[in-house]
């Protein structure tokens, strides 16, 4: 009988069940490889089941244990992690397991040049135009700029372009061809006015030149294109409504309607005064009639002769009053009244004095200059000033003469109104 050998039947989660077949029991295969995982001892004949570990391999459970996954002849344990492409970035000399990403130069990049797995990618085109940093060309590379630079790889902004549709190129350069901005392009500009106010504008004009002239003032006109002022005095009073006259509210001639003044006020001065009218028929009142600086209200009458006996410290207007002192020392006299001492006056003390009065009492009163020294007690006469007279007060109350009878009334008057007369030697 041959030995069969023997199998099982696994079912999950039951039973195990071992089925043998005949066999001769006297025989007994399997793996004699004493290296072998599933060596059996008890085999006595080598089936070609041997599982030989071999290099990294181990055995566990009659199996082997593959430790070189990726049959490199580096036992897992053993290998080191990294890129071990040589072109690549990142390579890693050490690295016996391809185990990260490598890093590959394209186009214009370069590696740092590190092999121990930290090298990094330089990128040699920072602005990802194909154009490697070296090779670039800076300038500007807008077709419609004045500087364009066909031959430019790389925009440096320093494009110049005619965006004015009055601008153009020249020399590389923009040129502005509208200075002033104002949509009008240089070479089409009319210079002019171009106030439809003033009196110069020029309906075809594009460019103001400053050159306008406008009538600001409400009385202002435009005549061939020049502002004619309407109001020369600027008292805003248009010149075609002015109304010529005297302005001067205090002047005699004042015209209240009148808008201009023209120099014929008449202003009252010293005493002068104005009729009162204010159309401009007023009149100067004259009311120093004399043009002596005295006004006619204040005018004083009288004699203002100083040489005049009435003369009057206080006139101010000669009235024709003057008088003159006559032989007799009266004042506007014509001499009627006239008292003479020979004729008079010496025959009352010839007649009536002679006897006590050649020196009684120191007084003689034979002539008039006796009379004049006095006696004793001083002068007896005050010329103009009878009574304060010694002589007349002795003969008006009696006391003189002494021995004669009293001098009539008639002599006592004529002796007062020769002295009132100035005691003239006469």
Known sequence: MKYLGHYSIVIPFLFTFVFFSCSDFGEAKGCTDLNACNYNPDATEDDGSCAV???CDTCEDNAVVDNDS???????NNEVLGCAEPTACNFNANATDDGESCILPTGCDTCSGETDGTGTLVDNDSDDDGICDNDEIDGCTDPIACNFNANATEDNGSCAVPYGVCDYCLNGDV???DDDNDGNCNDDIIPGCTDPSACNFNVNATEDN????????VCDYCLNDVVIDGD???DDVCDNDEVDGCTVENACNYNATATENDESCILPTGCDSCSGETDGTGTLVDNDADDDGICDDDEVGGCTDPTACNFNANATDDDGSCLEVDDCGECGGD?????YYF?????????NCSGCHPNSGGLNLSSYANLMDGGNSGAVIDPGNHAGSYLWQRVDNGSMPMSNPDLSTEQVNLIKQWIDQGAQDN
């Open 53 to 55: 570990p071999s290099a």
């Open 343 to 351: 004729t008079e006056i010496q025959p009352i003390f010839d007649n």
């Open 70 to 76: 990726d049959d490199d002849g580096v036992c897992n």
């Open 210 to 217: 400053g050159s306008c002239t406008v009538p600001y003032g």
């Open 232 to 234: 020369n005095d600027n």
């Open 335 to 339: 001499n009627s009244n006239c008292v």
């Open 175 to 177: 040129i502005d061809g």
